[in-house]
């Protein structure tokens, strides 16, 4: 399966700040990446789903201006979530999907504290 | 709506076999996942069914019966570090996956 990766792996922010999260397809090329956030002891939520070199589609409730997500290669996507507030604390994950296959391989996600 | 179930929590013992069910009403299917999720990490993927029958993988196989809407995950020779939650998720027919809740499963020695 494809390796993916996520950076930062963990980060703690103040309330106010900006933060950016990176997922890279080390071996794969991802045509399509999706962003999903996880509360505890719940399922992962999908927020968007982004495909290279066109603009993420956004589900229902998430805020697109507050969620910025870019895709501008075929290995590499970024989530910046913009002025963190204390809900937004979250476990990120990033996941991978080829045009060829339907299965999704997946980042080993971004726990992100907001102070 | 679309709507995926599995029990929330269950409990085996070392060296047994456990049956994880999950059945699911979604809008279209084009495939069923599991995944395996230790705390605190994200999901490993298990196996993929999208034809009805039994796949077997080593210690874990999974089964899915299109026309119930239902498939299971048995993992056999249950090991401590089985100890985890199992996700099923369904790719809809938009190609989305739509998750079930989980299921915690707690392994005994």
């Known amino acids: 399966g494809a390796v993916v990766s996520q950076h930062p792996s963990r980060v703690i922010c103040k309330s106010g700040t900006s933060v950016k999260i990176e997922c890279r397809s080390l071996d794969f090329q991802a045509t399509t990446m999706f962003w999903y956030r996880q509360f505890p002891k719940q399922s992962l939520m999908l927020m968007a789903t982004s495909n290279e070199g066109s603009k993420a589609t956004y589900e229902q409730g998430v805020e697109k201006d507050k969620f910025l997500i870019n895709h501008a290669s075929l290995t590499l996507s970024t989530l910046t979530v913009t002025s963190a507030h204390p809900e937004d604390s979250s476990f990120y994950i990033c996941?991978?999907?080829?045009?060829?296959?339907?299965?999704?391989?997946f980042g080993p996600g971004t726990r992100l504290t907001v102070l | 709506g679309q709507n995926i179930d599995q029990p929330t929590e269950m409990t085996a013992t070392e060296g047994a076999i456990v049956q994880i069910n999950c059945t699911y009403q979604?809008?279209?299917?084009?495939?069923l996942f599991w995944y395996q999720q230790h705390a605190g990490e994200a999901p490993t993927f298990l196996s993929y069914n999208v034809l009805d029958g039994l796949e077997e993988k080593g210690r874990f196989s999974s089964f899915l019966s299109r026309s119930k809407g239902y498939s299971y995950l048995l993992l056999k020779e249950l090991q401590m570090k089985d100890s985890a939650s199992y996700l099923c998720?369904?790719?809809?027919?938009?190609?989305?996956?739509?998750w079930g809740a989980g299921t915690k499963l707690i392994i005994k020695p």
């Open positions: 979604t809008s279209g299917f084009n495939g």
């Open positions: 998720a369904v790719l809809d027919s938009n190609y989305q996956l739509i």
């Open positions: 996941s991978v999907q080829s045009r060829e296959a339907d299965e999704q391989f």
